[in-house]
Every structure is written in structure tokens, then in C-alpha cells.
């Protein structure tokens, strides 16, 4: 499995773009990079995923450069409700071994 | 839906009881896990089954039991309980690998336990 590295802790302003890379040097062919996001007492939700390139939903942006060895999630307009802890994950959509949930990045939004 | 739904959401145990974390699913996920989480750590994976009747080991798996006898049901047991196995504990499900959305795993909202 790849190993991923991310920021422990951010903080952000209110209406500011924030943007959380993750480093995943030995990642492999086949890895899916995914995030998910964690508010406090309640469990993870998906937010993204992508392979190359760059993806979009109605929540975030993923962008992924062509050596995909990195990819930063991208919150465009961050509020106090977008507080919480965001998890970068790697791995094979098609082997059935788990991914592995770090420690996140605390992301702190301030008004 | 229901979704992800997870039994009891507060248990407070003295050292050496056991009991059993009970979660369910009801969008016929093939996969399900049980992760433990502590304060200011990420999730770490305790047991996961691919399907009814399998089980595999995660990465903390000592202490705990796990069966998964129905395709909609995961159980986790804690046989003996330690005060180390202070947590949350939360249950997930997805669909099998090698389909669409196959790693998007679907959270239940955990289970605080407390040892005592």
C-alpha cells in the first residue's frame, strides 16, 4: 500500500481557498487517490476521488499532476462548517485490501 | 435508507467484561470493516469481512472477535475488556472490489466505548 504524508493541522479564514496536499511517492499504476472528510463524533464521508489530472464535485476539487507521486484537495470558499479532520487515502480499486485512514489533516477555520 | 446504522452508541464496561458492537448495512454492500479510533488519531482497521461467512484480520486486530453471518450484518465482541480499548468505534461498509465506487466506504456514527 502507499504510503501517504500530509499536513497534521491548518488553519484558514473564513471565504479563503484552502488547499491540503498529500505526498504519495511510491504510489502504483493501478492506485486510486481518495479523501475524506471527518467532522467531531461523527464518522468519515467520501468527498473525492481521482486517478489523474483533475476532478470536480460540488464539494471539492482534486488535482493530480502527471507524476502522480502528490495531489492536493482543493475547499474553494471554506466556512466554519468545513472544520474537521481530511484524510488522503491510496489505493487499488480492485484488490480487497482495505486502505489505510492516517491521521489526517485538522483543518481549522477561523472567522 | 438507513444506511449505516451501529448498536449500542454508549457503553461504559468494567475491565474483564465482554460485549458485543452490533452495526448494520442495508445497501447489500458486499465489505464491511470495524475501525477503532482515539483521541487525535486517525482510524485504524481492526477486523473487515468481504462477504458472509469470511473475516480477515486489520491492522489491531488483538482483543476483538468478529462474525459476519448475514450479508447486512458485521459484529464485533470484545471478549475480555481492557481499559486500552477506550474508543470510538465505528463500523463501515462498500462495495465489493473491482466495482465502481468501490473504495468509498459508507460510515455508521460510531460506537464511544469506556472501560473501566
Known amino acids: 500500500l502507499a504510503k501517504t504524508t500530509q499536513p497534521i493541522s491548518m488553519d484558514s479564514y473564513e471565504g479563503q481557498e484552502v488547499n491540503i496536499t498529500c505526498s504519495h511517492n511510491n504510489i502504483a499504476t493501478n492506485d486510486y487517490i481518495t479523501w475524506y472528510q471527518q467532522f467531531p463524533s461523527q464518522g468519515p464521508r467520501f468527498i473525492i476521488q481521482g486517478y489523474k489530472t483533475k476532478v470536480t464535485n460540488e464539494v471539492a476539487s482534486l488535482f493530480i499532476p502527471a507524476d502522480r507521486k502528490s495531489s492536493t484537495l482543493s475547499l474553494p470558499r471554506v466556512s466554519l462548517s468545513d472544520t474537521a479532520v481530511y484524510y488522503c487515502l491510496v489505493g487499488d480499486l480492485y484488490l480487497n485490501t482495505p486502505l489505510v485512514f492516517g491521521k489526517g489533516t485538522r483543518l481549522s477555520v477561523i472567522a | 435508507n438507513a444506511g449505516v446504522t451501529q448498536t449500542p452508541k454508549f457503553r461504559v464496561l468494567k475491565t474483564g467484561q465482554s460485549m458485543t458492537l452490533l452495526c448494520a448495512q442495508d445497501?447489500?454492500?458486499?465489505?464491511m470493516y470495524w475501525y477503532r479510533q482515539d483521541p487525535g488519531m486517525g482510524l485504524r482497521l481492526i477486523h473487515y469481512?468481504?462477504?458472509?461467512?469470511?473475516?480477515a484480520k486489520g491492522e489491531v486486530p488483538d482483543g476483538y472477535n468478529v462474525s459476519r453471518l448475514k450479508k447486512q450484518n458485521f459484529l464485533l465482541g470484545l471478549e475480555s475488556a481492557a481499559p486500552s480499548q477506550t474508543s470510538v468505534y465505528f463500523c463501515a461498509s462498500s462495495y465489493r472490489a473491482g466495482t465502481r465506487s468501490a473504495d468509498t466506504q459508507y460510515f455508521g456514527p460510531g460506537t464511544r466505548l469506556t472501560v473501566l
Open positions: 469481512s468481504v462477504g458472509e461467512g469470511t473475516t
Open positions: 445497501m447489500n454492500h458486499e465489505y
